[in-house]
């Protein structure tokens, strides 16, 4: 059975022009410093496609021209080029401007600029519709984008803990001793070693553990950025009303009810249940995470790609818009 050649041997033909303007023709290979020098283009390109099928690996050949590369063949490619040239009769200072001109090269694609995404290119996009959905929570005409900062805000800084803390001088360990006498030593008067002026004394001003992050929002701002996030999953057509229910602890038969929806391949599922059996059966799930209707919060809403909501969680926000 053949094996499969996956080295690719790659080989350059380049004009070359003397001081009476004379044109020939090099070929050389990758990575060798040696070349062979040829009068015609047919010339050179016959002797690449004796070499490459000698050669046990893929070869192929690219096209220099006016200090840039013009395109690259391979060799049936080459062979066919080679009739053409020969049979058309065309000039050695025309060849590679023929290959060109008659599209009988490949040419490399430019790069495409990356660009960020959150979905992923193989994931497949699924819309719900959204004509149900109260207008009160899904249908806000203005979004308030400061709302929604703030509210983030908020968030973050609550969930921040003050857990970072440097020692004062009463902290710090050390003699209480009087390091020299008050008087007669030229010296400054100094009282102990604890002291901020001293090295392994005290931290002056520094952060304590008594230190509050928690950003006070009015409760207007943060229902305006719920609901306007809210407003910004329904306009995707990304909010799925349904109640998912298990008879019992089961991750598996949790990724089988959210593949029917198709969904389980998506980044970010937010699911809304109060239902611990839905809770501990999505632990194992790192794209899906699950909340309570009275913890939404206003980031994960903007993160989801889908939300999984029930009719009487709908009900619930709708109540706090009355």
């Given at each position: 059975m053949a094996t499969k050649n996956v080295t690719l041997e790659k080989f350059y033909i380049s004009e070359k022009f003397d001081e009476n303007r004379n044109i020939s023709f090099?070929?050389?290979?990758?990575?060798?410093?040696?070349?062979?020098?040829?009068?015609n283009f047919?010339?050179?390109l016959t002797e690449f496609i004796e070499l490459s099928e000698k050669s046990k690996n893929n070869t192929r050949v690219w096209f220099h021209r006016d200090g840039a590369y013009r395109g690259s063949v391979g060799l049936e490619k080459a062979k066919l080029i080679l009739?053409?040239?020969?049979?058309?009769?065309?000039?050695?200072?025309?060849?590679?401007?023929?290959?060109?001109?008659?599209?009988?090269?490949?040419?490399?694609?430019?790069?495409?600029?990356?660009?960020?995404?959150?979905?992923?290119?193989?994931?497949?996009?699924?819309?719900?519709?959204?004509?149900?959905?109260?207008?009160?929570?899904?249908?806000?005409e203005k979004i308030y984008n400061q709302a929604i900062f703030d509210a983030i805000l908020s968030e973050r800084g609550s969930r921040r803990l003050a857990t970072h803390k440097t020692k004062t001088r009463g902290e710090v360990s050390g003699s209480g001793k009087k390091p020299w006498d008050q008087k007669h030593t030229g010296n400054a008067r100094a009282g102990s070693l604890r002291s901020p002026i001293f090295v392994g004394g005290g931290k002056v001003f520094g952060p304590t553990t008594e230190?509050?992050?928690?950003?006070?929002?009015?409760?207007?701002?943060?229902?305006?950025?719920?609901?306007?996030a809210l407003t910004l999953l329904a306009k995707d057509h990304a909010v799925l009303v349904k109640e998912y229910s298990l008879s019992k602890i089961s991750t598996r038969e949790l990724l089988i009810k959210l593949?029917?929806?198709?969904?389980?391949?998506?980044?970010?599922?937010?699911?809304?249940?109060?239902?611990e059996t839905v809770f501990l059966s999505a632990r194992n799930l790192p794209?899906?995470?699950?909340?309570?209707?009275?913890?939404?919060?206003?980031?994960?809403?903007?993160?989801?790609?889908?939300?999984?909501?029930?009719?009487?969680?709908?009900?619930?926000?709708?109540?706090?818009?009355?």
């Open positions: 090099n070929l050389k290979k990758a990575n060798q410093k040696s070349f062979k020098n040829f009068e047919s010339e050179a009739e053409k040239v020969t049979g058309e009769k065309v000039k050695n200072e025309e060849a590679i401007d023929y290959l060109e001109k008659e599209n009988l090269v490949e040419k490399t694609l430019p790069k495409k600029p990356s660009k960020i995404s959150v979905k992923k290119d193989n994931e497949e996009h699924v819309e719900f519709s959204s004509e149900n959905l109260p207008k009160s929570v899904f249908g806000l230190r509050n992050y928690n950003l006070k929002i009015n409760k207007k701002t943060r229902r305006n950025a719920l609901l306007s593949n029917e929806d198709k969904i389980a391949s998506l980044n970010k599922v937010l699911l809304v249940s109060n239902n794209n899906v995470t699950v909340t309570k209707v009275t913890s939404l919060s206003v980031e994960s809403l903007l993160a989801a790609d889908v939300l999984v909501i029930s009719s009487d969680d709908v009900k619930y926000l709708e109540g706090l818009v009355k």
